[in-house]
């Protein structure tokens, strides 16, 4: 996890994706080391170390609100909830690759359970950044922007 978020990009970038493979197969680990995780996503300026960050806020919103785990609950604090938005955030408004943007758009919907303020700027970035992204990011877009409008 330190080499993933204090050294220099290869490396890290590997590092990264090694973490976000191992987590997809147990999230126990990710979810021993959510602190040092969550309060490091700001050190991140790689996109080859974004992406696999993405995917795993991703995977932690879907385990938190969708799976409703509670192993995931226990560990993730509102705090912990906090860091993750304003780094989705920073990911989707930045100049990023499209599975970063796409990760983070899923990651604040669901966010936007429990912070009430998340979805309307949700929809806001989304429909302003639409007609400029790549198809990819479009068809993520329409379905967020589906279920904001249920």
Known sequence: MEI?????????SKASWI??????SDLSFLLNNIDFFVKNLYRLKADSSIRPMAKLCEILTLSYFLKREEKTKEALLDEHLEIMTTACFDWLVGNYKVASK???MTSLYYLGEKIPWIRPE???V??????TGSAGYQAKARKILGHLKE
């Open 126 to 131: 989304v429909e302003h950044d639409y007609s």
């Open 122 to 124: 949700l929809k806001l």
């Open 19 to 24: 973490i976000e493979f191992v987590s997809k």
């Open 102 to 104: 796409v990760y983070s």
């Open 4 to 12: 993933a978020f204090y050294s220099d990009r290869e490396i890290g």
